[in-house]
């Protein structure tokens, strides 16, 4: 079993920035990929980033290309989503997710809300 939570969201103007962070717990953090989803109000969950085991790999959706970035720290199996220039369709509730191939989940976290003023 893998615990995750996520901590760093909150309120923020449009064009500001925020760090998320995902601690984890349990089973050996690097055995995973790590990832980050979100969902907004009335819309499916989505796809953010992803990252590989070792950090060799990282993998973004469209929308967030160049704005936010995803990182990992094995020896704190903590794993990070900076997020910079943020719009105000980036609101949504933000979760951290690990599995042991980017297409297979099996673990979530509890969710962060991320809230970006226009």
């Known amino acids: 079993q893998v615990q995750l939570v996520e901590s760093g969201g909150g309120l923020v103007q449009a064009g500001g920035s925020l760090r998320l962070s995902c601690a984890a717990s349990g089973r050996t953090f690097s055995s995973y990929v790590m990832g980050w989803f979100r969902q907004a109000p009335g819309k499916e969950r989505e796809f953010v980033a992803s990252?590989?085991?070792?950090?060799?790999?990282?993998y973004y959706a469209d929308s967030v290309k160049g704005r936010f970035t995803i990182s990992r720290d094995n020896a704190k199996s903590t794993v990070y989503l900076q997020m910079n220039s943020l719009k105000p369709e980036d609101t949504a509730v933000y979760y951290c997710n690990a599995g042991p191939r980017r297409e297979e989940i099996h673990y979530w976290g509890q969710g962060t809300q991320v809230t970006v003023a226009s």
């Open positions: 990252i590989s085991r070792f950090g060799c790999s990282t």
